[in-house]
């Protein structure tokens, strides 16, 4: 029992990984733009069709394949800015029907592209770390794992350390008041769409070996993310990682032990109580980020 336990809290926490990327850029998005990204499922779906498209039938490095989709879909997060987000920006409810129009075009042009079969990545290695005998983390997993403490690690430090990080940060906090002082909130807003498409799309990459890939997938991953962040709080960063980390973790473990439609249910219910008992989210202000 004890071992079942551990191996359900290492898959849990392969979840918690890619999951919190996608968070924290929706987090970060809706920070410093003021709209909420219903494509940002889509941009996780793109990262890992990258893979497809490069690694599995161009037999590109694997690595190079992620710092390519990476780029791409951060680009793309860049094309979503200046086509819907700027154009629409004093019209938040425009943004949201905008993105719900983008997320059907990629699936579409996905369609296109690969038709509507799941596709397979093989993984990079086989190679599995053997904590005992039923306890066991592929290192495939352990890729991801490592790429969202070091994708997050290097976020922090940004917005800490960097000049641009302390714009974005309060642009995110006080607009006008980053106006008066210099800040072109239009050069932010480009890169929070950056980075916040980026992240998705490393998610989508480095995860691509080890989850099933369809042109829908980015349907789960964006519920999941809004109850992550609803849960931890919309406006925090650091909520949206220890949010990832406990639903990962509640929903594996009922997903182990009863089953998958209820662990689904019982993350909806969580969120639904959260928004009761305080509607701000467990680590959320009424500011944003």
Not at 151 to 168: E, Y
Not at 219 to 227: D, G, N
């Amino acid at each position: 029992m004890i071992e079942l336990l551990l191996q359900t809290g290492l898959n849990a926490l392969f979840a918690a990984a890619y999951l919190s990327l996608v968070a924290v850029g929706l987090v970060l998005i809706f920070g410093v733009m003021g709209v909420i990204n219903f494509a940002h499922g889509e941009l996780f779906m793109l990262g890992a069709y990258v893979v497809v498209a490069l690694y599995t039938n161009l037999q590109m490095p694997f690595f190079l394949v992620v710092a390519i989709g990476l780029i791409f879909v951060g680009l793309v997060g860049i094309l979503m800015e200046m086509t819907m987000f700027h154009p629409l920006r004093d019209n938040p409810l425009g943004g949201l029907v905008a993105s719900i129009g983008f997320l059907m075009v990629i699936q579409a042009l996905i369609i296109l592209g690969f038709g509507v079969r799941m596709e397979h990545v093989p993984p990079v290695t086989q190679d599995v770390i053997i904590i005992s005998e039923k306890v066991r983390l592929p290192v495939q997993r352990l890729f991801v794992i490592l790429s969202a403490l070091v994708c997050l690690s290097a976020l922090w430090l940004f917005l800490k350390r960097t000049k641009f990080g302390w714009a974005l940060r309060a642009s995110a906090q006080d607009p006008e008041a980053a106006m008066l002082q210099g800040i072109s909130t239009r050069t932010v807003s480009i890169i929070a769409l950056f980075i916040g498409a980026a992240l998705a799309g490393v998610a989508g990459s480095v995860a691509a070996p080890v989850i099933s890939i369809s042109p829908v997938i980015g349907h789960s991953v964006i519920v999941s993310a809004f109850i992550v962040i609803i849960v931890g709080g919309i406006g925090s960063l650091e909520g949206a990682v220890l949010a990832s980390a406990t639903y990962a973790f509640i929903h594996t473990v009922i997903t182990t032990f009863v089953d998958g439609v209820i662990a689904d249910i019982v993350g909806l219910s969580l969120m639904l109580m959260v928004l009761i008992i305080k509607p701000t989210g467990m680590f959320g202000t009424q500011d944003r980020v």
